[in-house]
């Protein structure tokens, strides 16, 4: 089997958080249509997930937000097969506040990402994605939810601020083994 170099040139299938109409799903299509690929988008239920579906033979990587969370953990925690082939800046969706139809939301279902935006006097309830915030919103679970506004109009929620759309960085991590993270710094300082 020939082995596959370290980079962003053999990368078709991106992996990353769903459900639809998050913002790592639409940036790693503009990852995709920007390259020239005609690959696919997996989406899965948490990026951790993602990790974990993703084979490691080279055509296949993970997209992650630079402000995801827990990204230092899964960088650090995969050294031996992760590795960080690409970056690029992007807007986001419009972030918004949305409600299925209180003025008020006092409870709110948020990714821990944009914490920041829920209104100091609501409890926040986390999700694991901004869609998914958008479906426990409309499905009653919480009064209101920090999600994108392509979320929020897919599940038919009353916009009650938007926040306009925020320049992100997105990253690209290919899966594949190598025997150690000072050969994978070389590949990959070699491909660009």
Known sequence: MEETAIGPDGVRHLHTLGPQGTNLEAASHEWLRRRGVEGTVELHTSVEAALEAVPDDGRHALTVCAVYPALHTLVFGNLHRLHMVDSFVMPTHNMVLATAGTARPRTVASHPAPRGLVPDDAGTVEVLSNSRA???????????????????????????????????????????????????????????
Do not use: K, W
């Not at 897919?154 to 009650?160: A, D, E, K, Q, Y």
């Open 134 to 192: 958008a479906a426990d919103c409309a499905q009653g679970l919480v009064e209101g939810c920090i999600t994108t506004l392509v979320a929020a109009q897919r599940h038919g929620l009353r916009v009650l601020r938007d926040f306009g759309r925020v320049p992100m960085v997105f990253t690209i991590h290919q899966v594949l083994a190598v025997r150690n993270t000072e050969e994978a710094a070389l590949a990959v300082g070699a491909a660009r």
